[in-house]
Every structure is written in structure tokens, then in C-alpha cells.
């Protein structure tokens, strides 16, 4: 089994900055990616970002300059840094890895929790 937690969310102002962390951890063999989603109140859930194990990204374009997305591989975690946040951003913010257990070959798709991220004056 695997579990994320996630940490770093929190209240900011407008144009402010946070960084949101996730943690795996449990019997694990390799990640081949990692990401974001958010979900705002009454709102679809959306995709932020995400990065494969190659190093390559991606992101929203709602994002796209704002947020950088990075993995440190030894730990098991990825990285959501976001910078000059606006109202829009506010969200529950949920991360998710595609993970190749050890002692088998199947690769599950795990989710945090969920982590509040406000932003507002």
C-alpha cells in the first residue's frame, strides 16, 4: 500500500507565494509520475500539473508561468511552487502518483487527500 501526504497549503495574499509538498510512502518500486489537481467549490476538478519520471511537465494554462512543478526522486516527493497566486487559485489542491509497487508489476493510480489553498486579502 501507498500513501501521499501533502503539506504547504495554507492562507496567502494576492500575489503572494506558496509551495505545496507531497510525500509517498509505503512499498514502493518507482513513480512514473506525479501531480496536482484542484477543485474549487461548485467547480469541476482540474488539472494542474504534472511531471513523468523523464523530467518532462506539464501545466494548466491558467498556471503556465506562475507554478513550476519539480520531484525529488530519492524521497518520493513532488513539488508544487506557486507563485503570484490569485483568488482564482483558491482550491482544494489534491496530488496524485501513478506508482509501480514493489513485489509486483502493476502500476496503481494513489491520491492525497486534499489540502486547502486560500488566497485572498
Known amino acids: 500500500q501507498v500513501q501521499l501526504v501533502e503539506s504547504g497549503g495554507g492562507l496567502v495574499q494576492p500575489g503572494g507565494s506558496l509551495r505545496l509538498s507531497c510525500a509517498a510512502s509505503g512499498s514502493i518500486f518507482a513513480i512514473s509520475a506525479m501531480g496536482w489537481y484542484r477543485q474549487a467549490p461548485g467547480k469541476q476538478r482540474e488539472s494542474v500539473a504534472y511531471i513523468i519520471s523523464g523530467a518532462s511537465t506539464n501545466y494548466a494554462d491558467s498556471v503556465k508561468g506562475r507554478f513550476t512543478i519539480s520531484r525529488d526522486n530519492a524521497k518520493n516527493t513532488v513539488y508544487l511552487q506557486m507563485n503570484t497566486l490569485l483568488p482564482e487559485d483558491t482550491a482544494v489542491y489534491y496530488c496524485?502518483?501513478?506508482?509501480?509497487?514493489?513485489?509486483?508489476?502493476?502500476?496503481?493510480?494513489?491520491w492525497g487527500q486534499g489540502i486547502q489553498v486560500t488566497v485572498s486579502s
Open positions: 496524485y502518483a501513478d506508482v509501480r509497487e514493489r513485489f509486483g508489476a502493476a502500476v496503481h493510480h494513489y
